[in-house]
């Protein structure tokens, strides 16, 4: 059973940066796609970031687009997001997914001054 654990999120002044970090345990990442989503209560969780199996192609909600960054080390059975020009809007509880099947449990970032 995969399993994937989210960290990295605390809070951070606005312009600041982060890198959250989603490690999986029980089966390689290898052989899937990963995406980044957030959620704010009240909200639907929305998709900021994603990355393929195979060629480690990304693709980037436009809210985020030129500000963060997703990576994976398969290596380490770790996919990253590097958030840099944080904003108050991009406060929220950040989740990793592999596949279509296997989320994380979220960690929380706050922008705020």
């Known amino acids: 059973q995969l399993q994937l654990v989210e960290s990295g999120g605390e809070l951070v002044q606005p312009g600041g940066s982060l890198r959250l970090s989603c490690v999986a345990s029980?089966?390689?990442?290898?052989?899937?796609?990963i995406g980044w989503f957030r959620q704010v209560p009240g909200k639907e969780r929305e998709d900021v970031a994603c990355?393929?199996?195979?060629?480690?192609?990304?693709h980037y909600a436009d809210s985020v687009k030129g500000r963060f960054t997703i990576s994976r080390d398969n290596a380490k059975n770790t996919v990253y997001l590097q958030m840099n020009s944080l904003k108050p809007e991009d406060t929220a509880v950040y989740f990793c997914k592999a596949g279509e099947t296997y989320w994380g449990q979220g960690t929380q970032v706050t922008v705020s001054s």
């Open positions: 990355i393929t199996s195979t060629d480690g192609g990304t």
């Open positions: 029980g089966y390689t990442l290898d052989y899937y796609a």
